[in-house]
């Protein structure tokens, strides 16, 4: 099957043509198929939110290109506006785009851009906002007299209200407490099983996305550094953490214990995988006479 | 996009111009706008242009990018020549219907021009070389005979350097805005003018309240370090004039009484 989203080449300068100009992509090329859920990590500035803009065809590439369906997005004005709909993304902090005077009206903006029957956008917003947990009773209150963490989840219903095939989250989790993390990752993950859409998700944290995410790109100082499935991209904990990365404490315990000559599976990274593989272990070490 | 407007941007750079006390480079501008209007003839412009091309070399800012600063007032530029072009009176060397060009004014359109233009690239030499920060410490420095008058030199000088400092942030802030909100298919760039305003709705609510929540935050920061006005108030980075600075300015001083002598005697 053919990648529902692809980079060729991807390059992008700041400030062309000024003093300040600056590459903060360079040569990226990534492939997203359509259901994965890929987690992109980096450190601070490794370009991970200029390359998401560009996959909406917000920012435009110096050189390179990006392909939907494996048409160039900028092939054509009303393309470009198109992928809009069929790419969508959450912004770091989101909460600070809510304008309107309702939160319904706020989900209702992206469905209503795409002309969308009335009836058409009440079944959109309203199936949003009960993914993300916003009550309906909210729904008719003003966005700014709500919390930070609801805002934060209206502003994330904004965007999966226009119902896009790729949904790409820029940090949905900065600046929450830990509930307030996990629950906007659970509400992501039913959006993804309930839609079967791809999840693009981005973030600073490896523990939180290990445990969700079908595959891992990580970003370094403008490049793509290693891109596999978590566990491949775990093993080399020494040079993630060259790059100012942890990998999960978990991951680190499963080598040890590894080292120490126990069978433990390189693909064990979460809690939950450790309990089971050390009960296997003792299991296995009881059944044997 | 918005961030590459350049009005008031700064260039760093480690150049003579650079590090020129901006009270002198002040002065020397204001200098240099009067020479500007005393020079009426071919030998004083030249001067001009010599004095303002030496600067831009010294300061090693592109030409390219200062021109860059006359393109927004270009359309100004074109009417007032050709306004002057058409309205002076002398000589016709060319007449057809209404349109009379004579040698006068084709002499006086091009000063003009040239005039606006140098004008503006002299301004922004100044802009471009001298940080924001700077540029207000050296007019409050320059204004502070008026605090005698009781002129709040310092809150306008505090208010500016506050203005100066947001600016690129509310661009910033701007950027963002804009494109969350096209990421949810707003359209800034089609429809009529009545479609246009109100497609930025979306962008000017969330700036403004922004704007509001930035300023409330700086206030309290700035109290909570004590700041209550200029009174006794000292600098991490006081001004000083160096040798550097006098020679520049007995330069421009130079530079002016030059001038004058020309207007006078009409070289
Ligand atoms: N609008 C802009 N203009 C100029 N430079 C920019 C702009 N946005 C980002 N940069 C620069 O590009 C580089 C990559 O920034 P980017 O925002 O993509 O990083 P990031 O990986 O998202 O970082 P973070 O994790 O902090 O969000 C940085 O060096 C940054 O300073
Ligand atoms: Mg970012």
Request: proline content about 4%; overall charge neutral.
């Amino acid at each position: 099957m053919a990648p529902i989203i692809k980079t060729e080449n991807l390059r992008h300068l700041y400030s062309e043509g000024t003093p300040f100009e600056h590459v903060a992509i360079d040569d990226i090329n990534f492939s997203a198929e359509k259901g994965e859920i890929i987690g992109i990590i980096g450190h601070t500035g490794s370009g991970k939110s200029t390359f998401i803009q560009h996959l909406n065809g917000l920012l435009k590439p110096s050189s390179g290109r990006v392909l939907f369906n494996g048409e160039d997005i900028f092939s054509s004005k009303t393309f470009t506006h198109e992928v809009r709909f069929k790419v969508g993304l959450v912004f770091q902090y989101p909460e600070y785009q809510l304008f309107e005077e309702t939160v319904y009206k706020d989900i209702a903006f992206g469905p209503k851009n795409m002309k969308l029957s009335e009836e058409q956008i009440d079944i959109s917003v309203r199936g949003a906002a009960e993914f993300v947990g916003v009550d309906e009773e909210l729904l008719n209150k003003s966005p700014f007299d709500l919390s930070g963490g609801q805002k934060r989840r209206v502003a994330i219903a904004g965007v999966m209200a226009m119902q896009p095939d790729v949904l790409i989250l820029d940090e949905p989790t900065a600046g929450l407490d830990p509930s307030g993390r996990d629950s906007i990752i659970t509400n992501i993950l039913r959006y993804h099983d309930a839609t079967g859409c791809t999840i693009i998700l981005v973030t600073h944290s490896m523990e939180e996305i290990a445990r969700s995410v079908d595959r891992l790109v990580v970003f370094n100082k403008g490049h793509i550094m290693m891109d596999g499935a978590p566990s491949e991209v775990f093993e080399h904990d020494e040079e993630l953490r060259s790059v100012g990365l942890s990998v999960p404490e978990v991951s680190l315990v499963a080598k040890r214990l590894r080292q120490l000559g126990l069978p433990i599976d390189r693909s064990v990274y979460t809690v939950e995988q450790a309990k089971k593989a050390l009960l296997a272990v003792r299991g296995g070490a009881a059944g044997a006479p | 996009m918005l961030r590459d407007v350049t009005l008031g941007q700064y260039f760093p750079g480690d150049t003579i111009v650079h590090r020129l006390d901006p009270r002198t480079k002040l002065t020397l501008t204001l200098i240099y706008i009067v020479a500007l209007f005393l020079a009426v003839d071919y030998f004083s412009y030249a001067v001009m242009i010599v004095v303002l091309a030496a600067c831009i070399i010294i300061s090693k800012i592109k030409l390219r990018v200062i021109l860059r600063g006359v393109k927004p007032l270009l359309i100004v530029i074109i009417i007032t020549g050709l306004l002057n072009l058409f309205y002076t009176k002398g000589e016709p060397i060319l007449s057809f219907w209404i349109i009379k060009i004579t040698v006068e004014g084709i002499k006086r359109a091009v000063f003009m021009i040239l005039r606006i233009v140098m004008l503006i690239m002299g301004s922004f030499l100044l802009t471009y070389t001298t940080s924001p920060v700077a540029l207000t410490d050296g007019l409050e420095s320059l204004l502070s005979p008026l605090k005698k008058l009781r002129f709040p030199v310092h809150e306008l000088a505090m208010m500016m350097s506050i203005a100066l400092r947001f600016i690129p942030t509310l661009i910033e802030e701007t950027d963002k805005i804009m494109s969350a909100q096209k990421a949810r298919g707003a359209n800034f760039e089609t429809g009529n003018l009545f479609q246009r305003a109100k497609a930025l709705l979306p962008l000017l609510i969330p700036l403004f309240i922004s704007a509001f929540r930035r300023a409330d935050e700086l206030a309290v920061a700035m109290e909570s370090r004590c700041y209550n006005g200029g009174e006794g108030r000292t600098k991490m980075k006081s001004l000083h004039m160096a040798p550097r600075d006098w020679i520049a300015l007995f330069l421009g001083a130079l530079l002016l009484a030059g001038m004058i002598v020309m207007n006078v005697y009409k070289i």
